[in-house]
């Protein structure tokens, strides 16, 4: 049986190439997190919340990896007095920079950390960070004129921030961090390296797929296997990409599946997120050991075909390592159809 296990790692584009992507405009039509431009205000409308910042912060604190990674490839770790809740070892091209700020906690610092470190301003990718038992309310946080600051595809209230993820949400919000931290032009500049990225692999990936092929997007669990559903960052990758997620028509963005479900969907390949925090079926070859070990499984013509490719956990959520996923499950659906 042949394993394929596919990981992409980001890259510089040529100057022409920027140049040719840098009248997309990330986040049109979308203006409900738009942030003022340096000078022009100090308040922005955050997921429902209006946050007050009266000049760019600094002493950002980001509240998981992929927060920290957004503001790394900002530039902005001179910036950053903590960060927590790394899940993945960090890009390789950023992890200097990472080596120099202070963690805070191996998960969430709690409220009382968090104050101690005197942030500026708090960053999450996750509404779990302003939990009590983490940063605490948001709310709680601007009282103290700390602006915190949430994902627009996390808002406590989904309402009031983007229904689905899409890329170009996540370059929206990308601009949005550059704008706040007065630095607009290396989130041009990022922005438009991604673009460069994400339609180099859409291309490359054009012929090679179908929507009659099913991808199975196998996050956790092994006793209770967690997929992508709808709504999530798998889902806009198969769209991306011209194929089938073999649960997208579940209502959640990451339901629990049952294995009898699974093998009556058989999917033609599967996509597993590699995490390395250590629990059960955490790790790719974990979820490979099992899928191979299972009755069940062990007869999904993926798992028969060592079908499989491999994408870091963190990069099945939106941030910087988006375009990362689909550039690896680009190349992985190319290597299986050679």
């Known amino acids: 049986m042949k394993t394929v296990t596919v990981s992409a790692c980001l890259s510089l584009v040529l100057a022409a190439t920027l140049a040719g992507c840098a009248s997309d405009s ?15 205000g100090t308040q922005i409308t955050n997921c429902g919340a209006t946050l007050t ?8 604190l980001a509240m998981e990896q992929n927060a920290t ?23 390789p091209e950023l992890a200097d920079d990472y080596a120099d700020v202070p963690v805070l906690a191996d998960l969430y610092p709690n409220r009382e950390a968090v104050l101690d470190a005197a942030p500026d301003f708090v960053y999450s990718t996750f509404t779990s960070a302003y ?11 601007a009282a103290l004129d700390i602006p915190a600051y949430l994902s627009r595809f996390a808002c406590e209230d989904p309402a009031t921030g983007e229904a689905e993820v899409d ?92 294995w009898e479900d699974i093998a ?28 191979r070990g299972n009755p069940t499984t062990a007869q999904l013509d993926a798992v028969k075909a060592g079908r499989f490719i491999t994408v870091s956990g ?22 299986l159809t050679d």
């Open 26 to 40: 990330p986040g049109d039509g979308d203006t409900s997190n738009d942030a003022a431009s340096p000078g022009t």
């Open 53 to 60: 910042i009266t000049e760019p912060p600094q002493r950002a």
């Open 69 to 91: 990674e957004i503001l790394l490839s900002l530039g902005l770790a001179d910036r950053m007095i903590g960060t927590s809740y790394q899940t993945d070892p960090v890009l």
């Open 131 to 141: 939990g009590p038992d983490a940063a605490g309310a948001r709310a709680d946080l």
């Open 167 to 258: 890329f170009d949400g996540i370059f929206a919000e990308i601009t949005e961090i550059a704008t706040i931290f007065g630095v607009a032009e290396r989130g041009e500049q990022l922005v438009a390296e991604q673009r460069a990225r994400l339609d180099a692999a859409t291309s490359s990936a054009a012929g090679q797929s179908s929507a009659d092929t099913d991808l199975l997007w196998y996050y956790s669990g092994t006793a209770t296997p967690y997929v992508a559903g709808s709504g999530g960052l798998p889902a806009a990758i198969s769209a991306r990409l011209g194929v089938t997620n073999a649960y997208g028509d579940a209502d959640q963005t990451w339901p629990a599946g049952s």
């Open 264 to 291: 009556a969907r058989n999917p033609d390949v599967i996509v597993l997120a590699d995490l390395t925090r250590g629990g059960d079926g955490d790790s790719a070859q974990s979820k490979i050991d099992f899928l």
């Open 314 to 335: 963190s990069s099945m959520d939106p941030s910087v390592r988006s375009v990362t996923a689909v550039e690896a499950v680009a190349a992985g659906l190319k290597e």
